[in-house]
């Protein structure tokens, strides 16, 4: 794909990781290395900086929370650290080692259970010490930590998953110590003053007057000018904007905010003034639900499911119990359920209004029983873990998902389908090894974006892949996290990181 950014909105120094977890500075060849939080269950970010212009030279995403990096002495080699407790019996982890020269990264530990790895250290060229945490957590027994020191002649030549037990079990015990490492954020305000802690984009828009719509973790709704000039911004505490639904005379906004299952934060939904960012409205809501425009316009309440169907009538939902019969007592379907009007939406848009509902009352939906339409999985007898979907103007289902195995997933598993609304049928599959994380379509095609930075331009018809692409900046892969198409071969892209890209398709 000709894929081309023609605009980088909201870049600055660190965008990769975010906030910062770890972050550790090699002086002498004038290298930093950062590692970030994870965030909504998605692989927690590490990034490697020249000090000297805060050039991004290699990016990491780590499945555990990042603990410790450590530069190699001599070689291009960043030791990274991770793991945590599982929440059952285990403490979990890997040993990555990164040639940010190169590219490539090894995971060291043969047992995928791993080790959670609290702390590491290059004694020298060829040894590496790492402080692990015990195998089992039990609160019974005296907190310990393990002391192992690994020796390699050649640490460039290490084979993924050679650590094996035994060269692990050869370790010494300590009482648990208390690691203190530098503060990452004062480590990186020597280089990077005054930077922007921005995370996850959820939803962008574009108006018809070029003006471009956001909501982030941390930001209910920020406006931007046609210039990229931030106009105004509406930050929140312990949630951020999930779904966003612009009026059709785009003089108003309402905004999902979602709780990041903090306990006892239920979600609202705020209408916004897109002349100054004014909230005029505010709804908290008693159960978790989707946002949508209905067929006139106005805003409206689905029942929250595993399929996110973003555009189109907001009727379809995946929270429905598979009809009565043998085998299915597990199955999840795709249903119908009439949505729920949101109290106030047909009122005029009166500047400076007073909020909708007395303040702290409860909205609660009251859903109408769903239909049952067909099985959310491809195939009889599967079980589907829905993802983006897209409600076509025809009627027919744009959605993407994966099967789910014990065993793991298998090379195809996942997949971008269209369905037949009356029965599920599938019209076309394209499949993948890995799952779209958003989606949109034009008139004759489907946009789909997976978090390695891939992007796949399918073709509505029959589903064949048109063009693929690679969303890079200054070489570094970005996540696509939010997906509109703005005009022919024309896209806006939130990503992971905070950034906004206007993208045209040469």
Not at 73 to 89: H, R
Not at 118 to 130: A, M
């Amino acid at each position: 794909m000709a894929l081309r950014i023609d605009r980088v909105l909201a870049d600055r120094p660190f965008a990769e990781v975010g906030t910062p977890r770890v972050a550790v500075v090699d002086e002498r060849r004038g290298l930093l290395a950062v590692a970030g939080y994870v965030r909504h269950g998605r692989p927690a970010p590490m990034a490697v900086y020249r000090t000297s212009d805060l050039t991004c030279v290699a990016v990491l995403r780590s499945r555990f929370p990042v603990n410790a990096l450590a530069f190699h002495p001599e070689l291009s080699l960043l030791a990274v650290g991770t793991g945590q407790y599982d929440g059952g019996l285990l403490n979990r982890g890997e040993l990555l080692l990164l040639d940010f020269e190169s590219g490539p990264a090894v995971s060291a530990f043969h047992d995928p259970k791993g080790r959670t790895v609290r702390e590491v250290e290059w004694l020298d060229g060829q040894s590496l010490r790492l402080y692990l945490e015990p195998v089992m957590k039990d609160s019974r027994v005296p907190q310990v930590e393990h002391l192992v020191d690994l020796h390699r002649t050649d640490w460039r030549a290490l084979e993924p998953r050679s650590v094996r037990g035994a060269e692990l079990g050869n370790s010494r015990t300590r009482p648990l110590a208390a690691h203190r490492p530098p503060d990452p954020a004062a480590v990186l305000d020597r280089y990077g003053p005054g930077r922007d802690l921005r995370s996850l984009v959820h939803e962008v828009e574009l108006l018809d007057d070029g003006r471009l719509l956001a909501s982030l973790d941390g930001v209910l709704l920020e406006c931007r000018l046609p210039s990229g000039e931030l106009s105004w911004s509406v930050p929140v505490i312990a949630c951020g904007g999930m779904q966003l639904a612009v009026a059709p005379d785009q003089r108003s906004a309402w905004v999902h905010a979602g709780p990041w299952q903090v306990s006892g934060v239920p979600d609202s939904v705020s209408r916004i003034d897109l002349s100054n960012g004014t909230r005029t409205a505010r709804v908290r809501l008693s159960a978790p639900a989707g946002l949508h425009l209905g067929p006139d316009g106005l805003p409206v309440l689905v029942p929250r499911g595993g399929l996110r169907v973003r555009r189109g009538g907001g009727t379809l939902t995946t929270t429905v119990r598979a009809p009565e019969g043998p085998g299915r007592e597990s199955e999840r379907w795709v249903g119908a359920t009439a949505p729920v009007p949101l109290p106030g939406a047909e009122e005029p848009f009166v500047p400076g209004s007073p909020p909708v509902g007395e303040p702290g009352a409860l909205l609660e939906p009251v859903w109408a029983p769903p239909h049952p339409l067909f099985p959310l999985a491809l195939a009889p007898g599967e079980d589907h873990d829905g993802g983006p979907g897209v409600e076509l103007p025809g009627g027919d289902l744009l959605q993407a998902g994966a099967r789910w195995r014990r065993e793991g997933r298998r090379p195809g598993d996942c997949y971008v389908a269209r369905r037949d609304p009356a029965d599920g049928a599938t019209r076309w599959a394209f499949r993948t090894d890995r799952p779209a994380v958003v989606l949109d379509t034009d008139h004759t095609a489907a946009y789909a974006g997976y978090e390695n930075g891939d992007l796949l331009a399918l073709s509505l018809a029959d589903g064949t892949l048109r063009e693929w692409g690679r969303l890079t900046l200054r070489g570094a892969p970005l996540v696509p996290t939010a997906l509109t198409v703005t005009g022919p071969g024309r896209l806006l892209v939130g990503t992971e990181c905070g950034r906004l890209l206007d993208c045209a398709l040469a």
